[in-house]
């Protein structure tokens, strides 16, 4: 998969060289190309940036280098990125997202900082590639790199081969299908006592049926506690009478109903 990066601060992209994307860029799985949107200005001061029209507090990032930037990065005529904007305002970023991005062959992220970039910027854009505008969550950062970031990561784990364990990937909470939706519960590692506290003992079992119950009320637990809007996805049709029960000892009787009686 390629990957270009277009930023006022390409050195923010430092950490792409660590770990599983490091390792999935060295071995050729990712090719990130990381670019200075100031190399697309002409004046003495390299400017990115201007008052918005209408007023208001802060600066606007100028439409100037960023058409040239995409002209130059992904030029007309040839194959076709889909554009990626991070933005306070854009759709939210899932994990169903993650994955349609991961089966996507090359993928542009334009960084805005400041207010953002001038609008016309998406809309002349979008005239020659698929853009979207995603968001991470409704909290501001001070720029999109971050953002990327995070993108990359949640899509770079999931291309074949960069994951150790496949079963990994499938297992995560969000992922399409697994768990339902459901927050992972707590884990456990070696030794089976720590500072005066034990694993719990039906991991130590061997007893598989019983483990995976163990797992799936733990995450029921912690769904409903951490998240409990999540619980209305639940399939009720998927619900057996001991996870009903579970939740509505959560507090949930609600989901916890026995539909049967
Ligand atoms: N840029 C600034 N805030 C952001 C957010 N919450 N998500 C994505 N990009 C952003």
């Known amino acids: 998969m390629r990957l270009d990066i277009i ?19 060295r071995t050729g799985t990712l090719d990130v190309r990381v670019h200075d949107l100031r190399s697309w200005t ?32 992904a030029p007309a005529g040839g194959a076709v990125p889909r554009m990626i904007v991070p933005t306070p305002s854009g759709r939210p970023f899932t994990q169903a997202m993650a994955a349609e991005l991961a089966a996507e062959d090359w993928l542009l992220f334009a960084c805005g900082r400041y207010e953002g970039i001038d609008s016309r910027v998406v809309a002349e854009a979008s005239t020659r590639m698929p853009v979207s505008e995603v968001s991470l ?14 993108m990359v990561e949640a899509i770079g784990r999931l291309l074949p081969g960069v994951l150790g364990n496949a079963e990994s990937v499938a297992d995560d909470s969000f992922a399409p299908g697994a768990m339902e939706s459901l927050l992972e519960g707590p884990v456990y590692t070696k030794p089976p006592e720590w500072r005066g506290r034990a694993v719990p003992e039906i991991l130590l079992s061997g007893n598989h049926g019983a483990i995976a119950r163990w797992r799936r009320d733990e995450a029921l637990r912690r769904t409903a506690a951490h998240r409990p809007e999540l619980l209305g996805r639940l399939d009720p049709g998927k619900l057996d009478k001991h996870d009903r029960k579970v939740l509505a000892d959560a507090g949930f009787p609600e989901h916890g109903e026995d539909m049967a009686n």
Do not use: Q
């Not at 003495?44 to 130059?72: C, I, N």
């Not at 969550?137 to 995070?150: C, I, Q, R, T, Y």
């Open 137 to 150: 969550g409704d909290f501001v950062l001070a720029g999109g790199e971050v953002a990327v970031l995070v």
């Open 42 to 73: 002409h004046d003495r001061h390299r400017t990115v940036d201007d008052t918005p029209y209408g007023g208001g507090p802060g600066m606007v990032m100028k439409p100037e280098p960023w058409g040239e930037a995409l002209d130059e990065v």
């Open 7 to 25: 930023s006022i601060f390409p050195e923010y992209f430092a950490p792409l060289d660590v770990s599983l994307i490091g390792k999935a860029r």
